[in-house]
């Protein structure tokens, strides 16, 4: 089975830093990742698909990278409304999710 | 408006069975790949089973044998009937569309989540 590890498991950044997040596979899962958005309560939300593509209606401010083992997402300049929980998936072979990043805003 | 609705969360005891519903509006459900996610109290997101469109169910190891995943063609819904349910299949559910051809293109319509509590 495919494993999956996000780094960091936390942050805290100020409005308008620029955040990365990389997410690790052990074997490689070619550019068949995901990255979610999820705040309390809610419901995820796709922000990347295809490890660059930003999903239609997601800030420009969003940006993903990799292939193989490991893939980055980027927020270039934090907002508020960035906190939250961030997930990515590999769709390569049965669908899981990374333990997650928890982005709080200082 | 595309939308995905779920329902049937609740209080069961374990040995159990439930059955949740999700209705969609916007698409239909033969045309699209549909899934179910689940996520335990303060965990993270785990996936529970694909429905594809030509209606041929999928699921993660930990449900196997005791969820299915079936649809309504006719009214646009989809079930999860959950059986034999244990303290660990506690979460919220969620319902949702698999964008594009499979996951590759990501889940991007879900619904509101419905809390299945298992507990004597």
């Known amino acids: 089975d495919i494993q999956m590890t996000q780094s960091p498991s936390s942050l805290s950044a100020s409005v308008g830093d620029r955040v990365t997040i990389t997410c690790r596979t052990s074997q490689s899962i070619r550019n068949y990742l995901n990255w979610y958005q999820q705040k309390p309560g809610k419901a995820p939300r796709l922000l990347i698909f295809g490890a660059g593509s930003l999903q239609s209606g997601v800030p420009s401010r969003f940006s993903a990278s990799g292939s193989g083992t490991e893939f980055t997402l980027s927020i270039s300049s934090l907002q508020p409304e960035d906190f939250g929980t961030y997930y990515c998936q590999q769709s390569y072979t049965i669908p899981l999710f990374g333990p997650g990043t928890k982005v709080d805003i200082k | 408006e595309v939308q995905v609705v779920e329902s049937g969360g609740g209080l069961i005891q374990p040995g159990g069975s439930l059955r949740l519903s999700c209705t969609t509006s916007g698409f239909t459900v033969t045309g699209n790949h549909m899934t179910w996610v689940r996520q335990a109290p303060g965990k993270g997101l785990e996936y529970v089973s694909v429905?594809?469109?030509?209606?041929?169910?999928y699921y993660a190891d930990s449900v196997k044998g005791r969820f299915t995943f079936f649809r309504d063609s006719a009214n646009n819904t989809l079930y999860l009937q959950m059986n034999s349910l244990r303290a660990d299949d506690s979460a919220v559910y969620y319902c949702?569309?698999?964008?594009?051809?499979?996951?590759?293109?990501?889940?991007?319509?879900w619904g509101q989540g419905t809390t299945v509590t298992v507990s004597s």
């Open positions: 949702a569309r698999v964008r594009g051809a499979d996951y590759y293109y990501g889940v991007d319509v």
């Open positions: 429905l594809y469109g030509r209606g041929n169910p």
